[in-house]
C-alpha cells in the first residue's frame, strides 16, 4: 500500500489485574491497521472492549503484549499525533466555549491573543459563533460535543481517536453531528478511529466498518469495506439500497455477538 | 411569593417578636411580669444602647478589630488549607501518614486552645486570629484535599491528550477545580473565621466585639449584651452578603452557583 499507516495495532492484547489477583483479557489479539485519510470505525456490543482499544492507540493504557505504531513508530506513553474525543463530557467546566476551545493552541505557548481569534473561527464552523462566552453547563448536550469537536480539531491532530462521542445525545442531534463530522473531515481527511455501538451510524459515517466480539477476551471478527459516494448525508445514505445490503450482511454477524454480550452481562449481573 | 410580600413577612417576624418582648418585660401579666427586666432588659434599652455606641462612635474601633481578626483569620487559614490540602492530594503518603494526626487535631474543640494561643501570642489580635485560624484551615483544607483528588478522570485526560504537562495540568485543571472547593465552603470558612475572633476576645482581650459583650455580661448590664449581640449579628450577616456578592462573581461557570443559595 502506497498510502502509510497512521495506526497500526499488532496482536495488541489488553489485560487488567482484578482485585483478587485474577488477570482479566479484554481484548484478545488485535490487529487492526488504520490508513492514512482512512474513516475506520470500531462496532461490539457493549462490554467488548471497544473503548479499550481506542484507548490504546491513545497511549492512555498500555497493551500487555503485542505493540503499537503510530505512522510506522512504536508508541511510547501518550500518542501526541492525535485528538481525543471523549464519550463523557470532557470540557474544562471553569473555562467558556472559546477558552476550551483556545486553550488547545496556549498549551503549545500560542500566545492568547493569536488563539482566540483562531479558536473563535473554529466556534464558528461547528455552528456556535454565538455561544464563545457560554461555560459548558449552559449549554446543551450536542453543544457541548461541538465544542469539544472543535477543542480538539483546532490543534490540527493528525489522527482522530472518537469513543462513541455521539453516544449521550438523542437520535437527531448524533445525526446533525455526524454530518457536521462528515464535513469538517472532508476539508482535510484525517485517519479516523470512531468506536460506536450503533451499526448504522458506523456505516454511514466510515470508510471500513471493524466488527468485534462479545468480551471477555473479545477479538476482531470482521472487517467490512464501505464503498457508499462520498460526500454523504448521513440522512439519505441511509435509504440507499447498497447501505442496506450491507447492513443486513453485518448485522447477521454482529446480532449473535450481542446477544452473548448481553447474556454475559445478565450472568453476571445475577452472580453478582 | 413576590419579593415585597416576602420581605413584608420576614420584617413582621421581628416586629412581632420585638413587640412581644416589649410587653412581656413591661407590662405585667397576672400581676407579674414575665420577662424580669434585669434578665432580659428589653428592647427600647437594647436600642438605645445601640444607638450610644453608633452616636459616641465607641463601636467603630471594636468593629474595625473584629473584622479585621477575621480577615486574617480567613486569609492565613485558607492559604495555609489550600496549600496543605493541595500536598496531601498529590501525595498521597504523606496524607496517610498525616491522617491520624489531622483527624485528631479537628477533633479537638478548638475553645481549649484561646488560652494557649493567649499565653503564647498574648492578649492582641493575633492570639485571635490564630483561634480562627486553627478553624477555617480544617475547612478549606479537607475541601481542597477533596477537590483536588475528585477532579474527574474524564477532565484529566482529556488535558492529557491536549498536550498538558503535569505543570499545566496543575494551572488548567487541578488549580481551578481545588478553587472552586475551596469557594463552595466560602460561607462556612468565612462564619468560623469570624466565630474564632469573637470568641477569643471573649476569652480574654481589650477591644472587639467579643469583649464589648464580656465587660457588659461581667457587669450585669443585660442591655449591653443583647446590644453587643445585635451587632453583632448584623456584622455577620454584611460580611455574608458580601461572599455571596464574591461567590457569584467567582463561581459563574457552575450550574449551582445562580441557584444554589437563596
Not at chain 1, 467546566?93 to 473561527?121: F, H, S, Y
Not at chain 1, 457560554?134 to 489522527?159: C, T
Not at chain 2, 412581632?16 to 401579666?29: E, G, N, R
Request: glycine letters at 8%; a neutral charge.
Amino acid at each position: 500500500m502506497s498510502t502509510p499507516t497512521a495506526v497500526a495495532l499488532e496482536d495488541a492484547e489488553v489485560a487488567f489485574r482484578l482485585g483478587d489477583g485474577r488477570v482479566y483479557t479484554a481484548v484478545e489479539k488485535a490487529h487492526l491497521a488504520v490508513a492514512q485519510g482512512e474513516f475506520v470505525a470500531i462496532v461490539g456490543p457493549t462490554g467488548c472492549g471497544k473503548s479499550t482499544l481506542l484507548n490504546v492507540a491513545a497511549g492512555l493504557l498500555k497493551p500487555a503484549a503485542g505493540s503499537v505504531k503510530i505512522f510506522d513508530r512504536p508508541l511510547a506513553g501518550l500518542n501526541r499525533d492525535a485528538g481525543y474525543l471523549f464519550q463523557a463530557d470532557a470540557l474544562f467546566p471553569w473555562k467558556t466555549a472559546l477558552d476550551n476551545v483556545a486553550i488547545g493552541l496556549e498549551i503549545r505557548g500560542t500566545p492568547r491573543a493569536e488563539a482566540l481569534p483562531r479558536a473563535q473561527k473554529w466556534l464558528t464552523s461547528v455552528g456556535l459563533g454565538a455561544f464563545a462566552n457560554r461555560y459548558p453547563h449552559m449549554l446543551s448536550g450536542g453543544q457541548r460535543k461541538r465544542v469539544a469537536l472543535a477543542q480538539v480539531l483546532i490543534r490540527d491532530p493528525k489522527i482522530l481517536l472518537m469513543d462513541e462521542p455521539f453516544g449521550p445525545l438523542d437520535a437527531q442531534t448524533r445525526q446533525v453531528m455526524g454530518n457536521l463530522l462528515l464535513d469538517l473531515w472532508n476539508a482535510d481527511r484525517k485517519a479516523v478511529l470512531f468506536v460506536t455501538h450503533d451499526l448504522e451510524e458506523a456505516i454511514a459515517l466510515a470508510d471500513r466498518v471493524v466488527i468485534m466480539s462479545a468480551g471477555p477476551s473479545s477479538r476482531i471478527i470482521g472487517d467490512w469495506r464501505v464503498t457508499l459516494p462520498r460526500p454523504r448525508d448521513i440522512f439519505e445514505v441511509r435509504l440507499d439500497k447498497e447501505f442496506h445490503a450491507l447492513h443486513r450482511e453485518i448485522w447477521s454477524l454482529l446480532k449473535d455477538e450481542v446477544m452473548k454480550g448481553y447474556a454475559q452481562s445478565t450472568q453476571a449481573a445475577e452472580a453478582v | 411569593m413576590s419579593r415585597v410580600t416576602l420581605l413584608a413577612l420576614q420584617v413582621l417576624v421581628a416586629i412581632v417578636c420585638i413587640a412581644l418582648w416589649q410587653v412581656l418585660s413591661t407590662v405585667p401579666v397576672f400581676g407579674k411580669i414575665v420577662l424580669p427586666p434585669f434578665f432580659f432588659s428589653n428592647p427600647v434599652d437594647v436600642f438605645s444602647q445601640i444607638v450610644k455606641w453608633f452616636a459616641t462612635g465607641v463601636i467603630w474601633k471594636h468593629l474595625a478589630i473584629t473584622l479585621w481578626e477575621s480577615i486574617l483569620a480567613f486569609v492565613i487559614g485558607s492559604v495555609g488549607g489550600v496549600l496543605v490540602g493541595f500536598w496531601f492530594a498529590r501525595q498521597p503518603l504523606v496524607a496517610a501518614v498525616f491522617d491520624p494526626y489531622v483527624k485528631m487535631a479537628n477533633a479537638l474543640p478548638r475553645v481549649v486552645l484561646a488560652p494557649i494561643f493567649a499565653l503564647w501570642l498574648g492578649l492582641g489580635i493575633w492570639s485571635k486570629v490564630a483561634l480562627g485560624v486553627t478553624l477555617v484551615f480544617f475547612i478549606v483544607f479537607f475541601n481542597v484535599y477533596q477537590g483536588v483528588k475528585e477532579v474527574s478522570r474524564t477532565v484529566l485526560d482529556n488535558g492529557r491528550m491536549l498536550g498538558m504537562s503535569e505543570r499545566q495540568l496543575m494551572q488548567h485543571v487541578y488549580w481551578p477545580s481545588a478553587l472552586s472547593w475551596m469557594f463552595s465552603s466560602l460561607h462556612t470558612s468565612v462564619g468560623f473565621a469570624v466565630v474564632g475572633a469573637v470568641v477569643g476576645e471573649y476569652l480574654g482581650s481589650a477591644a472587639g466585639l467579643g469583649y464589648l459583650i464580656q465587660q457588659a455580661e461581667g457587669v450585669f448590664d443585660v442591655a449591653g449584651v443583647f446590644a453587643g449581640m445585635f451587632v453583632l449579628s448584623a456584622f455577620v450577616i454584611l460580611i455574608d452578603f458580601g461572599v455571596t456578592l464574591a461567590e457569584r462573581r467567582l463561581l459563574v461557570w457552575r450550574p449551582t452557583a445562580s441557584d444554589g443559595r437563596g
